[in-house]
C-alpha cells in the first residue's frame, strides 16, 4: 500500500513498504521521483509524520529516528548524495580549524601596545 504525504512546502512525497523488509521503507519525492531508503516502517514514518506537520514537532524530533542528511531529504528534497557534493565532508571542520587557529592567535598576542 502507497500512502502520499506533503510537507509544509508543498513537496508530496510517496511512501513504500518493502516486500519482506518490514522495518523498511521507500519515500519517494513526486516532483522528481528521487528516492531513499529509510530504517523504518511505512507505519512508524507516517506516525513521525503526523507529529511533525500537524502537532507542529520539529523535525529532529519528530524524526529523531533518521539521520540529519535523511531528515533534509523529507524536508527539502535534497538527498544525501546531493548534500554531499553541495557540502563536501572534507570542507566540514574547517570553520572549527580556523576559529581555533584565530583563538590561539589571539591567546598568543602581545597583552601590551609594542609601541609602549
Known amino acids: 500500500m502507497r ?17 519482506g523488509q518490514p522495518n523498511k521503507c521507500e519515500v519517494t519525492l513526486a516532483q522528481t521521483g528521487k528516492k531513499l531508503t529509510l530504517e523504518c516502517s511505512q507505519e512508524e514514518l507516517s506516525q513521525r509524520w503526523y507529529r511533525w506537520q500537524i502537532l507542529g514537532h520539529f523535525i529532529q524530533d519528530a524524526f529523531s529516528n533518521l539521520k540529519p542528511a535523511e531528515r533534509e531529504f523529507i524536508l527539502t528534497g535534497i538527498t544525501p548524495e546531493e548534500w554531499d557534493q553541495i557540502f563536501p565532508p572534507e570542507e566540514i571542520g574547517k570553520e572549527d580549524k580556523i576559529d581555533k587557529q584565530y583563538q590561539q592567535y589571539l591567546k598568543d598576542f602581545p597583552k601590551h601596545d609594542p609601541r609602549d
Do not use: H, K, V
Not at 506533503?6 to 510517496?14: D, E, K, R, S, W
Open 3 to 19: 500512502l502520499t504525504r506533503q510537507n509544509a512546502m508543498g513537496f508530496t512525497y510517496y511512501i513504500d513498504s518493502i516486500c
